[in-house]
């Protein structure tokens, strides 16, 4: 009945994570991420490594209203079921991209406009959960952002939507163009 909040950093959500909980780093726009994402009045439960991060997310969350901390666990405490998202590299997205894939950028439309990876589908963090029929949960999915914070954050939201095979596309665009990876501009409007 409520929403759990991995607050550790993407690379570590990856890796092992409580199965139904989505990434919103502290080290990003917590604050911000966590008022858009999480209504007001919804029982929160974070997830962290130390106390210290638990203390500062609790206070962090209060400024944006969301007060309804019912608990927090420290993930080396931990020892239920885990999942895991695959971390992939902007080269490993690229030769996986195809036929039967799926390429989410969760940019802003602006953003996406602005430059993407071909072949990427424009599903803008804030509306994702809202849009999601537009996706097929059965196929793999690779998901991309700006710089890997955001795109962690929807792999949650697609894990919790019951997409099986899910892969966060580390260094984002940024690092697509970084590696001189071909891209594609666009008109500032949604895919969907």
Not at 161 to 182: C, P
Request: net charge negative.
């Amino acid at each position: 009945d409520g929403v759990v909040v991995d607050i550790r950093q993407n690379t570590e959500f990856g890796a092992g994570h409580v199965p139904n909980s989505i990434n919103i780093g502290l080290g990003g726009q917590f604050a911000s991420w966590a008022g858009t994402l999480i209504t007001i009045g919804t029982p929160v439960a974070i997830v962290a490594e130390t106390q210290e991060q638990v203390d500062e997310a609790f206070m962090r969350l209060a400024r944006v209203g969301i007060e309804t901390v019912k608990g927090f666990i420290l993930i080396g405490e931990y020892s239920g079921e885990t999942k895991q998202v695959t971390q992939v590299t902007v080269g490993e997205a690229k030769e996986a991209i195809g036929d039967g894939v799926q390429f989410v950028d969760v940019r802003r439309i602006q953003e996406h406009a602005a430059g993407h990876a071909p072949n990427t589908i424009n599903l803008p963090l804030d509306r994702l959960t809202r849009e999601l029929d537009i996706l097929d949960p059965t196929k793999p999915t690779y998901v991309i952002c700006q710089g890997g914070y955001r795109s962690s954050i929807g792999t949650g939201i697609l894990e919790n939507a019951g997409f099986n095979e899910i892969y966060n596309v580390l260094g984002g665009t940024k690092a697509w163009t970084d590696a001189g990876l071909e891209t594609e501009v666009s008109s500032a409007s949604c895919a969907v």
